[in-house]
């Protein structure tokens, strides 16, 4: 009886290097093949500086983050640019292929968008310029946020 039970755990124990063994194999093959495991990292939070609005209102000196989370984008006189929102404020994440894909949502006094602004991601160059040849961010133009359901405000 002792020799079954022995011969049950060298079966199990074989077993189970047998397992490691084959998924160490495969995970060396992955990497070699280009895996990155990313999704075993926790995404940085997107953000945004004042250098990112300047590309859009070079103009730009200063900003405030309103009780609403719209952003208020003053001159160096401190006279009001231009509203914004930041998609990492709301309830929405624009998730594309290799994750988060922030955007700044510039908007007039009328909650019209006038310009949408994409951020630093982790996206490739050819799926962005897809993107922007879609006509994607364009198609929210001169659109009011009322009529969008892009937010949840």
């Known amino acids: ?6 011969k049950a755990k060298k079966i199990s124990a074989n077993s189970i290097y047998n397992c490691i063994v084959v998924i160490l194999i495969l995970v060396a093959v992955a990497i070699r093949g280009g ?4 999704w075993l990292f926790p995404q940085e939070k ?3 500086s004042l250098n990112d609005i300047q590309k859009i209102h070079s103009n730009a000196s200063t900003l405030e983050v ?3 989370k719209t952003i208020s984008i ?21 998730q594309g292929y290799a994750g988060i894909t922030p955007l700044l949502i510039y908007i007039n006094n009328d909650n019209t968008i006038t310009d949408v602004q994409l951020l630093k991601n982790d996206e490739s160059p050819d799926y962005i310029e897809h993107v922007i040849k ?7 133009y001169r659109q009011t946020l009322d009529n969008l359901d892009i937010l949840k405000l």
């Open 134 to 140: 879609k006509g994607l961010l364009n198609s929210w």
């Open 35 to 38: 895996a990155t495991f990313e």
């Open 1 to 6: 009886m002792n020799n079954s039970i022995s």
């Open 66 to 68: 309103n009780a609403d």
């Open 74 to 94: 003053f001159d160096k006189n401190n006279i009001l640019l231009a509203k914004g929102l930041f998609s990492g404020d709301f309830n929405t994440k624009f």
């Open 46 to 48: 997107p953000t945004y």
